[in-house]
Nanobody
Framework: QVQLAESGGGLVEPGGSLTISCEAS????????MGWYRQVPGNQRELVAE???????KYLDSVKGRFTISRDNAKNTVHLQMNSLKPEDTAVYYC??????????????WGQGTQVTVSS
């Protein structure tokens, strides 16, 4: 079984910074990609940022230049550094990872979500 544990959410003022982190644990043979999605009530979950095993990245257009995703392959962790935060960044942020849990089987796993609120 695989678990994703998130940390670091909270309340921050507009223009502020926050870093959220996620650690994967359990039976892990290989992690293909790790990323962050976010969701607000009434909207679909959207991909914010993703990083692959070679550290290639992609970002949602609205966060480019403000958010940075990084990954520590040795520790099975992923971080999202969020700068210049805006009220519209307020959402529940979910960690996601595509993980081989056997040598041939893989799945997309999800964390429980962490609330990020940008407000004065």
């Amino acid at each position: 079984q695989v678990q994703l544990a998130e940390s670091g959410g909270g309340l921050v003022e507009p223009g502020g910074s926050l870093t959220i982190s996620c650690e994967a644990s359990g039976t892990i043979f290989r992690i293909i990609a790790m990323g962050w999605y976010r969701q607000v009530p009434g909207n679909q979950r959207e991909l914010v940022a993703e990083i692959n095993s070679g550290h290639g990245t992609k970002y949602l257009d609205s966060v480019k230049g403000r958010f940075t995703i990084s990954r520590d392959n040795a520790k099975n962790t992923v971080h999202l550094q969020m700068n210049s935060l805006k009220p519209e960044d307020t959402a529940v942020y979910y960690c996601s990872a595509h993980i081989y849990y056997t040598t041939v089987e893989w799945n997309q796993f999800w964390g429980q979500g962490t609330q990020v609120t940008v407000s004065s």
